[in-house]
């Protein structure tokens, strides 16, 4: 496994991702929404730019299936993206006062968890080629439903 410098969580919804940058939990790079669509997936590598993609490692915590798309475009581009087990990132403490949840919380936490794991996370954690080719089929299956509903 590479020595990953940079750390960013993401938090996914089905219209934006909050992403969390951090050298460390004390050390926030950015955290900022992006929408979820092209321009937004272009925005977000503009920021990772200012990094070696080799020194980045991407995260997010394993729910929903609106990252594929994301995923998918991250390994395209070839960027380290994790999926992270719920229990690794519920097991990191919260640096904030306040216990309220947030797309932009959750996103520090998710970059909180992979600092923390960095070291112990199993190398078959990390996204495969095969991967695009899920994200292909779910894409094709979802205009197929769309085009069916449609017709109905």
């Known amino acids: 496994m590479s020595n990953f410098k940079v750390f960013v969580g993401i938090d996914i919804s089905k219209e934006s991702f909050s992403a969390c940058a951090i050298h460390s939990?004390?050390?926030?790079?950015?955290?900022?929404?992006?929408?979820?669509?092209?321009?937004?997936?272009?925005?977000?590598?503009?920021?990772?730019?200012?990094?070696?993609?080799?020194?980045?490692?991407?995260?997010?915590?394993?729910?929903?299936?609106?990252?594929?798309?994301?995923?998918?475009?991250?390994?395209?581009?070839?960027?380290?993206c994790v999926v992270l087990n719920p229990l690794i990132v519920k097991g990191v403490q919260s640096m904030e006062i306040r216990k309220t949840k947030t797309d932009r919380s959750d996103a520090r936490r998710i970059a909180f968890a992979l600092y923390t794991a960095q070291h112990s996370l199993p190398?078959?954690?990390?996204?495969?080629?095969?991967?695009?080719?899920l994200a292909r089929e779910r894409e094709r299956l979802s205009q197929q439903i769309a085009r069916l509903k449609n017709d109905i």
Not at 30 to 41: A, I, L, N, V
Not at 124 to 133: A, C, Q
């Open 25 to 80: 939990p004390e050390e926030i790079i950015f955290e900022e929404k992006f929408p979820m669509d092209s321009h937004g997936f272009k925005a977000f590598i503009r920021k990772l730019s200012a990094f070696p993609k080799e020194s980045i490692l991407i995260g997010k915590e394993s729910s929903g299936c609106y990252y594929v798309n994301l995923f998918v475009y991250l390994s395209q581009k070839n960027f380290n």
């Open 123 to 133: 190398q078959k954690s990390f996204l495969s080629h095969e991967f695009r080719e």
